[in-house]
């Protein structure tokens, strides 16, 4: 069971000291029973029971004791051991490439880190309550064997036949469980496009009433194969409440058959036997809560995998790309036969080979159609995708495995799909007279603030943010500058500031700048205009020049 496999790789509680605080519980419970009959049969005497109370008492304190270190021990180590869990997933994911990550999915890995470990989290209580009653049980079966022994063989195997029955049917449970899992995964892509798309499901009913279906077919789906598990795991739990009745019956009507002997010790199994009703009932009632954790824990494991696979084939890689420095400046960023294909089931989209040849100081100026290539080029321009053939070169030198974070890191970009973090994460916070000269730069003062650990705000207009990006950007202090579409959102006042004087600016300062933008109006500012179409790059520098 992958559950517990999780578990037991990742603990570091004593299972010793657990298992027997644990085993010191279950036997108290059986011995309050053991007591609890004794003096039962001995009540007809009217003799005082102060030998049977004080041992009642002690072994009440025992059972509190140690039920109670069990509890406290195990909710602290499965949180302990799900941060972890979630700390190291966290960890592959930042060593992995972008494309491996899109590939995976983001409702995928955010339902494991978010959703899947939450689920173990709150399994904890049931695993105790499960394992506690799992060996009360056994202390008990042991005390029915003092009693009568054709009780416990009669037990045992009406109980073995019910649990196998069981077991056979949550397989099927645990299997339609993994498929809710995948068709719940498929739902958080599909809810977190509707968010991300709100403006333009909005603008068209057609489109908002597709979505909205894809949406609901998904949900329907995962709502049969969950309904389906719940209504199993009902029917499991009334088979279990059955079985334990007939085991009852089978006790009080078949059992004397078997020796005269019997009747004079059927109300202590009875006792014995009604007394396992509770962990019984326990054990069932925690197994659905189990198989929902170990179907998390399986897709935690499963996520761990793919994230592995990933990092094993870029480490594969940095073995066999040529290590070596970048050089400490850059005068020349060039892509040489460059080529990257997405593959999908249906489409295949190629584009390159691409040949460019980027200076140090330059302008340039990108354009092209939706689709056309663009934003692929840009994610190969900064070491985000890793060509298929062709190389990457920093002032000659290959760009490889083993200096491709060093090359992106001489990169700042405000993308088209950019995320505005509210902290300013890995940027030395900025003094007061600078913070508010940038907001002022950008004609936000009043709107936000930048103290502390990050902006005051960053709940402001689409344009208003994409400034709070670029100050972010910018403040980065690094030689290359990436825009994609920055000017889209601006009203014509601040877009002709950006072209007329911010972009010139940054040139002023010596950076690289590279923008993909469809302003034909402000293309002199460019030193340089390509052109993307169908994949391919064309350099329209000359048609500016004559323009």
Known sequence: MRLVELLLDETRTSLRRLGMMAAVAGISNAALLAIVNNAAGHIKDGQPQLTSVVLFLLFILAYVYSQRYVLLTTSAEIERLVHSYRERLVGRLKMCELREVEHIGRGRIFSSISSDTRVISQTANALVMGAQSALLIVFACVYLATISMTSLVLSAIFLSIAIAIYQGKMQGISNTLRDAAIEENQLHDLVNGLLDGFKEVKLSSRRAAAVLADVLAVSDRTAVFRTIALQSMGVMFIFAQTSFLLLLGTLVFLTPMFGSNYSGTVMESMTTVIFLIGPISGLVGTIPQIAVANSAAENLYNLEQLLESSIHEKNGRLQADRSGDLPAAMTTLELRQVFFSHVTKDSQFDVGPINLTIREGETIFITGGNGSGKSTLIKLLTGLYSPLSGELL?????????????????????????????????????????????????????????????????????????????????????????????????????????????????????KTIIAVTHDDRYFHVADRHLHMEEGKLHDLTENLANG
């Open 394 to 510: 920093v002032n000659g030198a290959p760009v490889t495995m083993a200096s491709a974070q060093a090359f992106r890191d001489r990169f700042c970009a405000v993308f088209s799909d950019f995320h505005l973090f509210r902290k300013l994460y890995g940027i030395a916070m900025p003094d007061a007279a600078v913070a508010n000269a940038w907001l002022e730069e950008m004609e936000i003062t009043g709107k936000t603030e930048i103290g502390g650990d990050g902006f005051s705000t960053v709940d402001l207009s689409a344009g208003q943010r994409k400034r709070l990006a670029l100050i972010s950007a910018l403040l980065e202090d690094k030689p290359i500058v990436v825009l994609d579409e920055w000017a889209a959102d601006q009203d014509p006042h601040f877009r002709r500031k950006f072209y007329d004087e911010l972009l010139p600016r940054m040139k002023a300062d010596g």
